[in-house]
């Protein structure tokens, strides 16, 4: 099993550029979820999914849009990039039943530089 | 807003020694948990304690809760050198709503 992947690993836009963050995961987790991390923080999250075909808004959702395309991937999309969206952003995956079900697990992270 | 504080900010200590960190949270929580980040990478989980315990032992991690405080603790005991990462507490109100992150504390591990 790959877990949970993310592509690209790195990127860099200009402001005012769109672009999607890929996520996928191989686990049949119900829940996926979007966070960021600034320079010396903590996660901060974006959106998230409890299930397929629902999402809601996290802590800091202004400038993104999400899907959740089916049970497997969950992307974020941001419509026009802006300096203040450079980050690390991270995918997670968790499943809702069983001894593992309050653990999330987190892919590898794309870096995005937005100038 | 971080929902989490942990202290120290940093941490450095030789090899073998035990490494503590804190961390202090602002709301009812059903579960805290411990992860570790190592540099440029995604975060790992270590660690699960809910709100009705107040200690928990996974090999050489020891963590304890006090909900009347709000705050945790979490022991890493004979230190490794591949200890060195940034650990962050996380809390959880218990659905499936994202987790809530500290800063972090940032632990060197020196040999």
């Known amino acids: 099993n790959a877990g949970v992947t993310q592509t690209p690993k790195f990127q860099v836009l200009k402001t005012g550029q769109s672009m999607t963050l890929q996520c996928a995961q191989d686990?049949?987790?119900?829940?996926m979820y979007w966070y960021r991390q600034d320079p010396g923080m903590g996660l901060r999250l974006i959106y998230y999914s409890a299930s397929e075909g629902t999402t809601d808004k996290g802590e800091v959702p202004n400038g993104y849009n999400v899907s959740r395309l089916n049970k497997r991937e969950f992307s974020l999309r941001l419509e026009s990039a802006a300096p203040s969206q450079t980050s690390v952003y991270f995918c997670?995956?968790?499943?809702?039943?069983?001894?593992?079900?309050?653990?999330?697990?987190f892919g590898p992270g794309t870096r995005l530089t937005v100038l | 807003s971080q929902q989490g504080e942990e202290d120290p900010q940093a941490l450095s200590i030789q090899e073998g020694e035990n490494a503590t960190m804190n961390c202090s949270y602002k709301?009812?929580?059903?579960?805290l948990q411990w992860y570790r980040q190592n540099s440029g990478r995604g975060l790992v989980h270590l660690i699960l304690?809910?709100?009705?315990?107040r200690e928990k032992h996974s090999g050489r991690l020891r963590v304890t809760l006090d909900t009347s405080k709000k705050s945790s603790s979490l022991l890493i005991t004979a230190s490794r050198a591949a200890d060195t990462a940034s650990y962050f507490c996380?809390?959880?109100?218990?659905?499936?709503?994202?987790?809530?992150f500290g800063k972090g504390t940032h632990l060197i591990i020196q040999p």
């Open positions: 709301t009812s929580i059903n579960n």
């Open positions: 997670a995956s968790r499943p809702t039943r069983g001894r593992q079900s309050n653990e999330q697990f």
């Open positions: 686990m049949n987790h119900n829940s």
């Open positions: 996380a809390t959880s109100g218990g659905g499936a709503d994202g987790l809530t």
């Open positions: 304690i809910r709100s009705n315990e």
